[in-house]
């Protein structure tokens, strides 16, 4: 089990930049597959970005819709995540949260740990 808190949310202009991190306990941080979800009002969880563990080199991972815009990086000795997002869209707005797993997947499912989120709002 590991404990994962979001940080770094908040209200930005379409075409800003904010860069959300996760601070995660334990020892095996680098191990585990890291993922960035979003839950806007109304709508389900979606994938936005995973970066994998040590054992598959920290291959990184991102929905069609941030491609380009948002970087996700990883950092073991602070075991810490970050999304870095740039060019940022109203419809980026949305909960963000940061999830550990032992699988680099865009499935919530295959995510067995989770911060409890932040919210991202972007304005016009």
């Known amino acids: 089990q590991v404990q994962l808190v979001e940080s770094g949310g908040g209200l930005v202009q379409a075409g800003g930049s904010l860069r959300l991190s996760c601070a995660a306990s334990g020892r095996t941080f680098s191990r585990y597959a890291m993922g960035w979800f979003r839950q806007a009002p109304g709508k389900e969880r979606e994938f936005v970005a995973a970066i994998s563990g040590s054992g598959s080199g920290y291959t990184t991972y991102y929905a069609d819709s941030v491609k380009g815009r948002f970087t996700i990086s990883r950092v073991n000795a602070r075991n810490t995540v970050y999304l870095q997002m740039t060019s940022m869209k109203l419809e980026d707005t949305a909960v963000y949260y940061c999830?550990?797993?032992?699988?680099?997947?865009?499935?919530?499912?295959?995510?067995?740990?989770w911060g409890q989120g932040t919210q991202v709002t972007v304005s016009s």
């Open positions: 999830a550990a797993g032992s699988v680099t997947t865009g499935t919530t499912k295959e995510y067995d740990n």
